[in-house]
């Protein structure tokens, strides 16, 4: 028994077919649809798709990672404090391990001009008298005969004629500042070519208040160098005593013009880039950044936490490859904050970030299985609020959701594609031979009485037959 007796597909004579216009165009587009629903298709099963379920949070670990990176524009480092607390009560007041503390200036903190060290920091910022425990005086001492005080009027230009110059930037209501100024009264009897190259001034922050705010004094006492009118990079944060203050203006006397001018401010804000990691515990809790310091008095109304949240989020950071399977509204959710600013409109404000925190899992198929990545989403709403008379601050709050969301690929097996991919392109080809036979048959009845092809080649061979 031969193979083709059984033959299913079996074919008709070429030259029994004949081919007309309308199929050809006909099959032009058939094969342009055939050739875009495999290609849809096809890239439909490589890319696969995402299932969503949500189920109860049993995540058990103690603990949980909080990445930030957080740029604040108006706040030195040297007063910037980060503090961590907890539904338990626990409290971590300036937390400096895993911190690390970056000073920028700019309008949109733009320029670094260099890591800032906390261990620079410490009890020699308090004048001796109150590291002593000798009170600070009820009231401002009288002004030295050795002091010349500047307003508003005459500031810039009376700088601009000093080639160096040491200005105390101090208020009456602050104990600080009142312990200070006897010490800044003596450093001043100093003053002179053979002692100290150097002119000491005062400004009287309540009197000359647009001053100190074009100034950016943020805290009291500020005591600040200026070379030919230019403020100093850093302001002076060693010990307040007469022999400490004047090694530091002979240090900066020192210095060669050309290396004093590049110590010069690029700005005229202070600002302050923190960022690290903190590990909290796994309850609702905050971490915030205020302006706090064991030597210095804030005023609310010139305290300023505008910032830029350059990144949040919580957990390990999610490796490329499980981020590019993440879809894209998920990916949104997993740090919304990023690259966000948030400005004061007014003096004294305070911003707080209230952030819910939910688990995700990625599930991941594998070779031998499935992988599952934990990681986390948040929803976040922000807002500001007058703190005065507090210190302004800047607070991240957050709270674990009770539920967690699971999501994994949903691609379908091999076997489902090839048979889509059949129905699909024999559908549409049997489709486009069902409509060429109608157009055939619509044309063929427009022309009814005239001689096929097939027919006239009949006739022709017909009575060749007959003669036979």
């Given at each position: 028994?031969?193979?083709?007796?059984?033959?299913?597909?079996?074919?008709?004579?070429?030259?029994?077919?004949?081919?007309?216009?309308?199929?050809?165009?006909?099959?032009?587009?058939?094969?342009?649809?055939?050739?875009?629903?495999?290609f849809?298709?096809?890239?439909?099963?490589l890319?696969?798709?995402?299932?969503?379920?949500?189920?109860l949070?049993?995540n058990?670990?103690?603990?949980?990672?909080?990445?930030?990176?957080?740029?604040?524009?108006?706040?030195?480092?040297?007063?910037?404090?980060?503090?961590?607390?907890?539904?338990?009560?626990?409290?971590?007041?300036?937390v400096?391990?895993?911190?690390?503390?970056?000073?920028?200036?700019?309008?949109?903190?733009?320029?670094?001009?260099?890591?800032y060290?906390?261990?620079?920091?410490?009890?020699?910022?308090?004048?001796?008298?109150?590291?002593?425990?000798?009170?600070a005086?009820?009231?401002?001492?009288?002004?030295?005969?050795?002091?010349?005080?500047?307003?508003?009027?005459?500031?810039?230009?009376?700088?601009?004629?000093?080639?160096?110059?040491?200005?105390?930037?101090?208020?009456?209501?602050?104990?600080?500042?009142?312990?200070?100024?006897?010490?800044?009264?003596?450093?001043?009897?100093?003053?002179?070519?053979?002692?100290?190259?150097?002119?000491?001034?005062?400004?009287?922050?309540?009197?000359?208040?647009?001053?100190?705010?074009?100034?950016?004094?943020?805290?009291?006492?500020?005591?600040?160098?200026?070379?030919?009118?230019?403020?100093?990079?850093?302001?002076?944060?060693?010990?307040?005593?007469?022999?400490?203050?004047?090694?530091?203006?002979?240090?900066?006397?020192?210095?060669?013009?050309?290396?004093?001018?590049s110590?010069?401010?690029?700005?005229?804000?202070?600002?302050?880039?923190?960022?690290?990691?903190?590990?909290?515990?796994?309850?609702?809790?905050?971490?915030?950044v205020?302006?706090?310091?064991?030597?210095?008095?804030?005023?609310?109304?010139?305290?300023?936490?505008?910032?830029?949240?350059?990144?949040?989020?919580?957990?390990?950071?999610?490796?490329?490859s499980?981020?590019?399977?993440?879809?894209?509204?998920?990916?949104?959710?997993?740090?919304?904050?990023?690259?966000?600013?948030?400005?004061?409109?007014?003096?004294?404000?305070?911003?707080?970030?209230?952030?819910?925190?939910?688990?995700?899992?990625?599930?991941?198929?594998?070779?031998?299985?499935?992988?599952?990545?934990?990681?986390?989403?948040?929803?976040?709403?922000?807002?500001?609020?007058?703190?005065?008379?507090?210190?302004?601050?800047?607070k991240?709050?957050?709270?674990?959701?009770?539920?967690?969301?699971?999501?994994?690929?949903?691609?379908?097996?091999?076997?489902?594609?090839?048979?889509?991919?059949?129905?699909?392109?024999?559908?549409?080809?049997?489709?486009?031979?069902?409509?060429?036979?109608?157009?055939?048959?619509?044309?063929?009845?427009?022309?009814?009485?005239?001689?096929?092809?097939?027919?006239?080649?009949?006739?022709?061979?017909?009575?060749?037959?007959?003669?036979?």
């Amino acid at each position: 028994m031969k193979l083709s007796a059984i033959d299913l597909f079996r074919k008709v004579p070429r030259d029994l077919t004949h081919g007309t216009s309308h199929g050809g165009v006909l099959s032009v587009l058939a094969l342009a649809l055939l050739g875009i629903l495999f290609f849809f298709e096809t890239w439909t099963y490589l890319a696969g798709s995402t299932a969503t379920s949500i189920i109860l949070d049993d995540n058990a670990d103690a603990r949980l990672q909080v990445n930030f990176a957080v740029s604040f524009l108006e706040l030195p480092c040297s007063f910037a404090t980060v503090e961590v607390w907890d539904y338990f009560g626990n409290n971590r007041l300036d937390v400096t391990a895993d911190v690390v503390k970056t000073r920028i200036a700019g309008r949109h903190g733009e320029y670094v001009t260099g890591e800032y060290a906390d261990s620079a920091a410490g009890t020699g910022h308090v004048e001796p008298r109150v590291a002593a425990g000798i009170p600070a005086p009820q009231d401002m001492p009288a002004p030295s005969t050795h002091l010349e005080t500047l307003g508003s009027g005459e500031f810039e230009a009376r700088l601009a004629r000093e080639p160096l110059a040491f200005v105390a930037f101090l208020v009456n209501w602050c104990g600080f500042c009142r312990s200070l100024a006897p010490t800044w009264a003596s450093l001043a009897s100093q003053v002179g070519p053979r002692h100290l190259p150097v002119k000491l001034f005062v400004v009287d922050c309540v009197a000359s208040e647009a001053l100190c705010a074009k100034q950016r004094i943020r805290g009291y006492p500020t005591m600040r160098l200026f070379h030919n009118g230019a403020p100093s990079e850093s302001d002076y944060a060693g010990e307040r005593s007469v022999d400490a203050l004047s090694a530091y203006v002979r240090q900066n006397a020192n210095l060669p013009a050309e290396v004093r001018a590049s110590t010069v401010r690029l700005a005229a804000n202070e600002g302050c880039s923190i960022s690290g990691t903190l590990w909290v515990h796994r309850v609702p809790g905050a971490f915030h950044v205020i302006a706090k310091s064991d030597a210095h008095t804030f005023d609310a109304a010139n305290t300023n936490t505008s910032h830029i949240v350059r990144h949040l989020s919580f957990g390990a950071p999610l490796s490329p490859s499980v981020m590019h399977r993440v879809p894209r509204d998920v990916a949104a959710a997993i740090h919304p904050l990023d690259g966000r600013s948030f400005v004061n409109t007014v003096g004294a404000q305070s911003h707080e970030h209230y952030i819910k925190v939910v688990s995700t899992h990625y599930r991941t198929g594998t070779l031998v299985g499935t992988r599952d990545v934990l990681g986390y989403q948040q929803s976040v709403s922000s807002m500001k609020f007058d703190a005065a008379p507090a210190v302004p601050e800047a607070k991240f709050s957050y709270d674990l959701s009770p539920t967690a969301v699971v999501i994994q690929q949903a691609g379908r097996r091999w076997y489902d594609f090839l048979t889509n991919l059949v129905a699909i392109l024999g559908g549409a080809f049997t489709v486009f031979g069902l409509l060429d036979g109608a157009v055939y048959r619509l044309r063929k009845g427009n022309r009814r009485g005239a001689t096929s092809p097939l027919s006239a080649a009949a006739s022709v061979k017909s009575p060749q037959g007959r003669s036979m």
